[in-house]
């Protein structure tokens, strides 16, 4: 009996420790993805079907012009000098695609540190956590947002290099993003801690 107990026990010591490395690494992994990829975040005026369509149509233009800017881009770093040397640029193209529709409300794009809820798009998930993003808030910015991945290229309507996107992120980033049923406990856990990360980061700012 006491061989049988001892037994049991080195078998539940042993999937312990399985479980806390594929923890770790799968921590190891998001924190991978997150420092290799800048957000995209633009927000609404407001949530009238006007407004979103709108938000839709900027999102595009400034897709367009992060296509153009980065094109040559190999780092992180570099990506982030460019945008911010260009958050004019960026403005201007909005305000201008807003009033070709008909709109005048003025564009606010700056570069943030913000958390994002877990995001699938259609061959990946990114885990939820704090990126760093280029933040475009059109008009009062009380409309529902749209979050995507500017760098490198993940959002709709831009091009998607999926070899390229997965070298990026490193191998372990590769596997999490492209295999997400693997790591459903994972996946909860992780959006949980992010949460309460993010609760306790927004308070140290304040």
């Known amino acids: 009996m006491k061989k049988w107990r001892l037994i049991e026990k080195c078998a539940l010591g042993a999937f312990v420790c399985l479980f806390l490395f594929e923890a770790l690494s799968f921590q190891s992994g998001c924190e991978e993805i997150r420092e290799n990829v800048v957000r995209m975040h633009v927000v609404a005026n407001s949530d009238s079907a006007a407004d979103q369509k709108l938000k839709l149509i900027v999102r595009d233009e400034i897709l367009r012009e992060g296509e153009i800017l980065l094109k040559n881009t190999r780092e992180k770093e570099e990506a982030l000098a460019a945008l911010s040397e260009n958050l004019p640029r960026f403005e201007k193209a909005a305000e201008e695609t807003l009033r070709k529709n008909g709109c005048c409300m003025p564009v606010s794009v700056s570069l943030e540190t913000a958390y994002f809820p877990t995001k699938e798009y259609e061959t990946v998930t990114l885990p939820a956590g704090t990126y760093d993003a280029l933040r475009v808030v059109i008009g009062a910015g009380k409309g529902k947002n749209f979050w995507c ?42 959006e949980i801690i992010e949460k309460i990360r993010s609760f306790f980061d927004q308070g140290k700012d304040e």
């Open 149 to 190: 991945v500017l760098f490198p290229s993940l959002c709709l309507g831009a091009s998607f290099d999926e070899r390229d996107f997965f070298c990026r992120i490193g191998e372990n980033g590769a596997k999490i993003v492209s295999g997400a049923q693997e790591y459903t406990i994972e996946w909860k856990v992780l």
